[in-house]
């Protein structure tokens, strides 16, 4: 057979058989003639990624360099040890964790029985009620840096230096939000190795080297990656924590994370672990989040917030929608608080706060740490959007005090009740349900409708719908069905739980009564 006969011979036969033959001629003919691989020019003109860059760094100058900075801190506390496990809200590593913390949050968020389930561990013993931490100098005069939960009811605080001198320390302050305390050494002339904050944040995949005392041993060095930046673990309403995964493990809480300058980029705050042992996921406060804080902190001892007053929530797909607004960024006002300075200034229900002072805000994260970020009594200027369109609304904000105590739900009784088919849910008007005068009360959402969908359950309140209140069933199938005919495949729902209100865009299904 031909060279010339080869093609219409494969032709004939199957493609998979086609391709067999076609590679025995080949090889047949490697003798007789040279084969040639040809590739598609789109791939041959691609560049493969390369990426220009040194051998992981030797860590020896930058640990010499910053470990007599970082100091181990006793507390004497007047605890007593106890036996711990996890139904008593026990953290293997955080056992001086109050109570009340706001990462004892975190634990139980993604906890269940992540912490050795029903066996009982009996806390390392306490001389005398002491727990241990670590912390970092950031003056020469003796000012350093540790977590507010390591000193948490501490009565006296002893800094043990890398050279082993031990030295008596006051507090200066500290802050719950951030997790975050200030001590004071009296260094009677003495100079003491310190560090700095790094002014600029990490690049996930950055070297990160992590020194402390963990498990009460001293000057301990590990090293690794910035695994993720601006992490919520539940602990606050200012969560941006770095996460890394060098080993860091009890003991460690208050200790720098460090890049391979020297500078701290992060304070090691907490780890997600199910056995209190390092598994590579660690979390630290930012340097541009604690250099703010400590600064406050040395100033006044405390640390004053700016406060807006209201209540927000994400603003969703289907919330954007609902409004008319072209982007799913902001923070929608669930609610504006009696008496707050939003409410002052006309801020109401409803209304997403898009910038403040004209730098955006993306969620509600962002505009509480805004917010928190002036002083009180700033006059801030907030661009909202309101019945379709963009205005500027101008607030003085007040002093952020701390959170009251949160009030029971509604329990409805389940009678004088109708069903809204659109929205796919029975309610009952609150002022028939003994809830007081305002809104509708949830009494059922059958599983498979849209609104069990987003959530909504028996016992919430809907205050308003597409920004009208409601005081009954037919006035919220009316707003829904007004919505629809509008053109929109949801309606926005304002709904209270909890004595806390928030939206909620349910799909509006067109198809029902």
Do not use: C
């Not at 003109?45 to 020896?60: G, M, S």
């Not at 913390?101 to 992540?114: D, K, T």
């Not at 030295?167 to 001590?183: P, Q, W």
């Not at 300075?341 to 006309?346: D, E, L, S, V, Y």
């Amino acid at each position: 057979m031909s060279t010339k006969q080869i093609p219409s011979a494969i032709r004939r036969l199957p493609r998979r058989r086609a391709g067999l033959v076609a590679g025995a001629l080949a090889l047949g003919l490697a003798g007789a003639m040279s084969l040639q691989t040809v590739v598609p020019g789109q791939f041959a003109l691609a560049d493969p990624v390369r990426v220009e860059t040194e051998a992981p760094q030797n860590f020896a100058p930058v640990v010499s360099a910053v470990k007599p900075a970082v100091v181990s801190v006793r507390v004497r506390t007047d605890e007593t040890p106890r036996m711990m496990s996890s139904r008593d809200g026990g953290i293997p590593g955080f056992e001086d964790l109050p109570q009340d913390h706001p990462l004892q949050r975190f634990f139980r968020r993604f906890g269940g029985e992540p912490f050795g389930g029903e066996q009982r561990r009996e806390q390392q013993p306490r001389r005398h009620g002491m727990s241990q931490g670590s912390g970092f100098f950031i003056t020469g005069d003796g000012y350093l840096v540790t977590n507010e939960h390591v000193v948490a009811n501490g009565k006296t605080f002893t800094v043990i230096t890398d050279d082993g001198n031990e030295y008596e320390a006051k507090l200066i302050g500290a802050d719950k939000r951030t997790d975050l305390a200030l001590l004071k050494v009296d260094s009677a002339g003495q100079t003491f190795t310190y560090v700095e904050f790094a002014p600029e944040a990490p690049q996930v995949g950055e070297w990160v080297v992590a020194v402390g005392n963990p498990f009460g041993l001293g000057g301990s060095v590990t090293a690794g990656i910035v695994s993720a930046r601006g992490r919520d673990i539940g602990a606050g309403p200012y969560d941006d924590f770095i996460q890394i995964d060098a080993p860091v493990n009890r003991g460690n809480s208050g200790g720098p994370a460090f890049n391979v300058k020297g500078q701290v980029i992060g304070v090691n705050a907490a780890i997600f672990s199910p056995s209190g042992g390092n598994v590579g996921i660690a979390f630290a406060i930012p340097a541009s989040t604690a250099s703010t804080i400590v600064k406050d902190l040395q100033k006044d001892g405390t640390v004053v917030r700016g406060w807006l007053g209201v209540q927000i929530q994400p603003v969703s797909k289907d919330i954007a929608e609902s409004v008319g607004l072209k982007d799913a960024k902001g923070a929608i006002v669930a609610d504006a608080q009696g008496d707050s300075p939003a409410r002052k200034a006309g801020i109401r229900s409803g209304d997403t706060i898009l910038s403040v002072d004209g730098q955006s805000v993306d969620g509600p994260r962002d505009l509480a740490r805004m917010i928190a970020a002036y002083p009180p009594e700033t006059e801030v200027t907030l661009n909202v959007w309101r019945d379709g369109r963009e205005q500027d609304v101008k607030v003085i904000l007040g002093r952020l005090q701390d959170d009251g105590p949160a009030t029971a739900a509604v329990q409805p009784t389940g009678k004088d009740t109708a069903f809204v088919d659109s929205l796919g849910m029975e309610l009952a008007a609150a002022s028939a349900m003994g809830a007081g005068e305002r809104g509708v009360v949830i009494t059922d959402v059958p599983a498979d409708s849209p609104a069990a969908e987003k959530g909504l359950q028996r016992g919430d309140v809907i205050l308003e719908v597409a920004g009208q209140p409601v005081s009954n069933p037919g006035e919220v199938a009316g707003a829904a069905l007004a919505a629809s005919e509008n053109g929109r495949k949801s309606v926005l729902l304002r709904v209270e739980r909890n004595n806390a209100s928030r939206f909620v865009a349910v799909p509006v299904d067109q198809n029902r009564g």
